[in-house]
């Protein structure tokens, strides 16, 4: 039995990484206007930033279509892979798991299971990397999903936005909100659910702030992580203050895994340029 593992492009996986574990990423389009793009193919994180900052009207994304599943099936099919697993953005941010569910039940030529992340971005690709290691290991499905399913439940996750006029621009928040909100200097801290939605976690009034809140978070969270802890930090183009979090974070955490990402177009859309997010779980490299 021969297991391969893909993602889409809101996991930000780097592309090495992705290589060395054979996952592969399908990605998700940016629209600006008449303009498309690959997210990660042909329009990086920083470039989709600046087109943002100067677009008239907000961006839209649109979903890996089924056809460019199936066309990954064939490739994988023709190499000599007997089923796949399929990591991607959470369901309560898309349509995408529900409708690859329904599509997975007519493809002929691999077994297909979706899996529903409910998260995004470095919680997603710890996902498809304990999936990707897994495989490489000569395990299926059978093993692989449930040991998917335990580093979902020890997932957290906080994101902070900068900002909230973006918030303001993509109708989460009323104008009036956005102004009053904005003279108190407010950052929303935001994160999903156990449905995978993005739901409000708090609110402070300096990054400075959020950090120690996300510290005092993850120390009171440690009894869900059994086992190595590893905690990554993703920016929307903030690398200074990224590389600031590392810092403290090691400090406070001096056992723990470190990883960085970027937040990739697919949801920088909703959070704005200098948004942060630290996820933190069980290390997949260590289960």
Sequence with gaps: MKTAVITDSASYLDKKLAAQYNIKVLPITVIF?????????????HEFLEKLASADKLPTTAQVTMQQMQDAFDELSAAGYDEVICVNLSSGITSFYEN????????KNIRVYPFDSKIASAGEADLALLAGTMAQNGENAKTILPRLIDLRDSIHV???????????R?????????????????????????????????KVRTMKQALAKILDEIENSLSDIDGQLRISV?????PKLSKQWVTEIKEKF?????????????????TGEKAMGVVWDCDWEAM
């Design 158 to 168: 906080s994101l902070v936005v900068d900002s909230l006029d973006h918030l303001m």
């Design 33 to 45: 206007g008449t303009e498309q793009y690959q997210d990660g193919v042909n329009i990086t994180s």
């Design 254 to 270: 001096p056992n723990a895994a470190i990883s960085t990402y970027q937040i990739s177009p697919a949801i920088t859309v909703h």
């Design 100 to 107: 690859l569910v329904t599509y997975s039940k007519t493809v």
């Design 234 to 238: 993703a920016d929307a183009d903030n």
């Design 170 to 202: 993509t109708g989460r928040i009323s104008s009036t909100s956005a102004f009053v909100g904005n003279l108190l200097r407010i950052k929303p801290m935001l994160t999903f659910d156990d449905n995978g939605k993005i739901v409000p976690l708090g």
